[in-house]
Every structure is written in C-alpha cells, then in structure tokens.
C-alpha cells in the first residue's frame, strides 16, 4: 500500500506555491471577478472551470513529461505566445467596447447568466491554454512536488491535490464576486471596472509578447 508520509513536505510546499500563484491577480482571476460581478454566480463559475480544466490539462502534460519536449519543439512555444497576446488584446478590445458604450446594457442578476455558458466555459479555457507562461509555471510546481524516482500515487496526490486548490480558488472568487452587493457595486462603476479590465489585458498581452520566455 503507497504511503505518502515521505513525500508530504515536498507536497506541501509544491501546493503552498500553487496556491498563491491561483490566487495572484492575473488574466484568469480577474476576468472569473469581472464575469461573476456583471453576469452573476452562474456565469462566473462556467469561466471558472473553464480555467480549470486548461490548468488541469497543463498539469497532466507537463507530468507526462512535456517539459521534456520543449526543447524540441521551442517553436511551438513561440507560437503559443503570440496567441496568447493576441487572445489577451481581443479581450481588452472587448472589455474597452463595453466600457465606451454610454448605457450599461442588460445585466443578470447574480445566479443569472447572461452569455451562453458554454462560451463562457470556453473563454476561460482559453485563457489558460494560450498562456505559455502556464506551462513553465506547471514545471517548477512538478519539480516541487515530484521528486525524482516518485511513485505514480505522488504524481497522482500532486495534481488531485492541485485541483482541489484550484477548485476552491476560483468557484471561491466566482461566488464572492457574484453577491448582490458587489452586482450593484459594479453597475455604478460599471465603465471604470471594465476600462481598468481593458488596460490590464492589453498591459498583460504586450507583457507576454515582449518577455523572453
């Protein structure tokens, strides 16, 4: 039977840094906050696990050994890159759209999604998919909770462990975000909110493409 005691302080600071680096404002938390003030708690958790599944699929990747193959395929990375900034600026167009239109549109109540949430799904995917930087991240996290010569139970604990993390993070920042006081909060400045979203996406995207990675 696989007894994990050995490989528990490993683990615990391998989760301890994915925790923080969950929880560190960026591209994914601060559209799941923006998405769950304006469309409510329904749509924010579809963007939710939207980012999840992309972190779970970099996590099994990266444990399959991709950061093996990134030294072959150095061009793919390359490619994701700008993807991803040009994916970052398309939001921040969105985002400067919604902020110069002199009337706030319809907006749901909180538990009521107004875009479909599929798409929403789909746009948090996204944003963690074309995140190259996602990938380097994963590494460092595996080569902390995943010590040479570890059995596959660790591997396993490692990343169920992670998702757990992830899970409570983001549906935490969904539901939070989604309260009727901090939906009407946010009709009052509603095109302040989404023109500081607009100059964060396209700061991030050119931080993205200009970063050596």
Request: charged fraction near 10%; glycine fraction near 10%.
């Amino acid at each position: 039977m696989f007894d994990p005691t050995p490989y528990l302080p490993q683990l615990l600071v391998a989760w301890t840094a994915y925790l923080i680096a969950t929880a560190s404002p960026g591209p994914a938390i601060l559209a799941i906050i923006t998405t769950s003030i304006s469309q409510g708690r329904k749509a924010g958790l579809a963007l939710a696990f939207g980012v999840l599944s992309g972190s779970y699929t970099w996590a099994m990747l990266t444990a399959s050994g991709l950061s093996a193959l990134i030294s072959a395929y150095g061009q793919a990375l390359v490619i994701l890159k700008i993807a991803g900034a040009c994916y970052l600026f398309w939001l921040a167009y969105n985002a400067l759209r919604a902020a110069m239109r002199g009337h706030a549109p319809p907006t749901a109540m909180p538990g009521q999604a107004q875009a479909p949430l599929k798409k929403l799904y789909l746009k948090g995917l996204g944003i963690h998919l074309t995140n190259p930087k996602a990938i380097f991240s994963w590494i460092m996290l595996v080569s902390l909770g995943m010590p040479a010569g570890a059995p596959p139970a660790v591997t396993a604990a490692f990343i169920a462990g992670c998702m757990l993390l992830g899970l409570v993070t983001f549906c935490g920042f969904a539901i939070v975000f989604s309260l009727p006081p901090v939906h009407r909060g946010y009709l009052k400045s509603r095109r302040i909110i989404e023109s500081l979203m607009a100059g964060f996406f396209a700061f991030a995207g050119l931080k993205l493409l200009t970063t050596r990675l």
